[in-house]
């Protein structure tokens, strides 16, 4: 079994220039069977009934300990994920869930990223790209695999997602895990006028 591995190699506080190199970076590889899927982290009762109104077709999760703690039952049916449809209306209904995740998966490259970037704000979010097929270089042993080539943007964290940094925006190659992966990806980074600038992570 294989492993990816990413590598930072922008960072900006400008999410619309973190967007665009994501992008630049995208075009390097083939993108015939390419997806996207889209990630953000909700903290108020507000945000959600933004996102819910202008991506309607997004699915939210719940990570609030005390809401399954109290609900057994739904915990037992191992629910725990509600299309935008089914969440409640009210505030009562809402508040309880938070703080939620909405997200949207595999979804056509081209169809999501500028709604969801826009939206974004200060929150924590990620966009990656996948299914995609970087070029192969022989000479580092990369001939391209599928199931870990891809970009990912993640915004107002650093690359790994570990630490939230409102204003930083940090886009990264994914690559399959080799010997030569830091020299590959070193090379893609170089392809659009990036390095790496960080350590990797997995």
Not at 71 to 91: F, G, I, K, N, S
Not at 128 to 140: K, N
Not at 186 to 198: D, F, H, N
Request: one cysteine or more; hydrophobic letters at 40%.
């Amino acid at each position: 079994m294989s492993n990816g591995v990413s590598y930072p190699v922008f960072r900006t506080s400008d999410p619309a220039a973190a967007l665009a190199t994501a992008r630049h970076l995208l075009a390097l590889g083939e993108r015939e069977y390419a997806q996207v899927s889209v990630e953000v982290e909700l903290r108020t009762v507000a945000e959600v009934r933004e996102l819910r109104q202008a991506l309607p077709d997004s699915w939210f999760r719940t990570e609030n300990e005390e809401f399954w703690a109290g609900a057994p039952d739904a915990r037992t049916l191992v629910r725990c994920d509600w299309h935008a449809a089914e969440l409640p209306e009210d505030m009562d209904g809402l508040a309880p869930l938070l703080p939620l995740w909405a997200s949207m998966v595999d979804q056509p490259v081209g169809g999501v990223e500028d709604a969801f970037a826009a939206l974004v704000g200060t929150r924590y979010g990620v966009i990656r790209w996948d299914r995609m097929i970087w070029p192969a270089v022989p000479e580092y042993g990369y001939d391209g695999r599928v199931e870990h080539d891809g970009v990912t943007l993640v915004f107002n964290g650093d690359d790994a997602g570990a630490d939230r940094r409102i204003g930083t925006h940090t886009v990264c190659v994914d690559v399959q895990s080799t010997r030569d992966s830091q020299t590959y990806a070193a090379c893609l980074a170089e392809r659009i006028g990036q390095a790496l600038i960080g350590p990797p992570h997995r």
